[in-house]
């Protein structure tokens, strides 16, 4: 099989799997009545902190489709991205 095609169809199964993972709402930030963004283990509200250069990385890889976000639990300790 040609290189280029490969790289081409590789790219192609990559960006629908993130059109995927966007249409499922992975990872995009919960909300109810009270709170704008939970914490997905205990429901407590999330505070937002600097990106560190890992998350920008993966910001760039996805082409910036999600604006990805740190966030972090000050009752469990949880911590992560949101979009």
């Not at 790289?7 to 499922?24: D, G, K, N, P, S």
């Not at 505070?47 to 996805?62: C, P, W, Y």
Request: proline content about 1%; aromatic content about 14%; charged content about 25%.
């Amino acid at each position: 099989m040609d290189q280029y095609l490969l790289v081409f169809l590789l790219l192609i199964a990559y960006l629908i799997i993130l059109l995927f993972v966007r249409q499922l709402e992975i990872g995009k930030k919960q909300s109810d009545g009270n709170c704008n963004n939970y914490c997905p283990d205990c429901h407590a509200a999330l505070n937002r902190v600097r990106r560190t250069q890992k998350d920008q990385l993966i910001h760039h890889f996805t082409f910036r489709m999600f604006d990805t976000r740190r966030y972090v639990c000050n009752e469990c300790g949880w911590e992560g991205l949101r979009w």
